[in-house]
């Protein structure tokens, strides 16, 4: 059977260790998606302590953008990072310095690759950050950017059967 779980909340909130105990908790080998573009050495230093929590009884999977490629019918699915598979959608489309990004494209393309794959029958459990509650940035790709991320976040939020914010590492459960 189907399921969607979104856990949200702020950066360090303990969302994505939230998510692994879950995950755990409803399998001995779940399948870990993670969506990070490796940008700098600060980051991948970021990843490899996600990466020392889980055990061996992970199935790990990288893919910055093309989810659906993967089949993870009957499986239990962490997938780690909404936010950085927005950017991994949102820069695609900046194809200069001079050309903005365009979020009516990134959007939809990110909405149509989460709907093939969460086509699937597999309990899917997404995290994201809630980036659009630290105020208006003064830079507008910045702007433009947590706009599209709020408007996915709304997206899988509707679709979900599960809504979850992480506050402080305390589970509160939305819907």
């Known amino acids: 059977m189907k399921k969607i779980i979104l856990i949200t909340g702020g950066q360090r909130s303990g969302k994505s260790q ?7 908790s409803l399998s001995d080998h779940p399948v870990y998606v993670a969506t990070a573009h490796i940008w700098d050495d600060e980051f991948r230093q970021r990843v ?4 020392e ?3 061996s009884q992970w199935i790990n999977i990288e893919e910055e953008k093309l989810l659906s490629r993967h089949d993870i019918t009957g499986h239990v699915a962490v997938i780690d990072c909404i936010t950085l598979w927005c950017t991994n959608f949102f820069f695609d489309r ?4 001079q050309e903005q990004p365009s979020v009516d494209e990134a ?3 990110i909405k149509n690759e989460f709907d ?5 029958e597999a309990t899917f459990i997404f995290v994201t950050n809630e980036i659009g509650s630290g105020g208006v940035s003064p830079d507008s790709i910045q702007r433009r950017f947590t706009d599209m991320e709020g408007w996915m976040n709304q997206y899988v939020a509707s679709k ?3 809504v979850i914010l992480m506050v402080s590492g305390i589970p509160i459960k939305i819907k």
Do not use: I, P, V
């Open 18 to 24: 939230y998510a692994e105990k879950l995950a755990l």
């Open 48 to 51: 490899m302590k996600h990466q």
């Open 53 to 55: 929590r889980r055990g």
């Open 94 to 97: 900046h194809k200069s310095d």
């Open 107 to 109: 959007l939809d393309a």
């Open 116 to 120: 093939l794959f969460t086509a699937q």
């Open 160 to 162: 979900a059967d599960e």
